[in-house]
């Protein structure tokens, strides 16, 4: 990952947080449905871990919660 887009990264953490708890899912939970590990989900989710992810990773968790993919990925500055 390259560095200038770790807040990027943050905030589609951050994103992935929102919709999995509006959705009421554990990161457990949400781990077993798109075949991840909870520490991988949790990784992700951290405001002050700045974790790259894979398209087909976040198609998945879009999938999995319902959402639209590109609104994980409309930035705030």
């Known amino acids: 990952m390259k560095s200038v887009y770790a807040e990027q990264y943050?905030?589609?953490?951050?994103?992935?947080?929102?919709y999995r708890k509006l959705r009421g899912l554990t990161q457990e939970e949400l781990a077993e449905q798109v075949g991840l590990t909870p520490a991988y989900i949790g990784h992700l989710e951290a405001p002050n871990i700045?974790?790259?992810?894979?398209?087909?990773?976040?198609?998945?968790?879009?999938t999995a919660l319902d959402v639209a993919p590109q609104k994980f990925l409309a930035f705030e500055d």
């Open 10 to 18: 943050r905030q589609i953490g951050l994103k992935i947080a929102y």
């Open 50 to 62: 700045s974790k790259a992810l894979s398209l087909d990773t976040l198609f998945d968790i879009a």
